[in-house]
């Protein structure tokens, strides 16, 4: 188990997780892919909607974006999370 994680077997479990993922996902649905210890596995949730602290975190990055796109002179600490 040294080398288990040397680059080749790192960019092949990604490989693996994005084939996974692409075959399993269905457009216009939403997903929460988590890590499932004691068991160290992946799980693919469907749920409702996204979960609120990734939309507050798109929006917040979405705003970031717009304010630093228009030269603004903003510091990233000046936003708030919430």
């Known amino acids: 188990m040294r080398n288990y994680w040397q680059r080749g077997v790192r960019l092949a479990f990604v490989d693996e997780v994005l084939c996974w993922l692409y075959g399993t996902v269905k457009e216009n649905e939403d997903y929460t892919l988590q890590?499932?210890?004691?068991?160290?596995?992946?799980?693919?949730?469907?749920?409702?909607?996204?979960?609120?602290?990734?939309?507050?975190?798109?929006?917040?990055?979405?705003?970031?974006?717009?304010?630093?796109?228009?030269?603004?002179?903003?510091?990233?600490?000046?936003?708030?999370?919430?």
């Open 35 to 82: 890590f499932a210890p004691p068991f160290h596995r992946l799980e693919l949730l469907q749920t409702q909607s996204c979960p609120d602290v990734i939309t507050s975190h798109l929006e917040l990055l979405t705003i970031f974006l717009q304010l630093t796109s228009c030269n603004c002179n903003i510091r990233f600490t000046d936003l708030e999370l919430t």
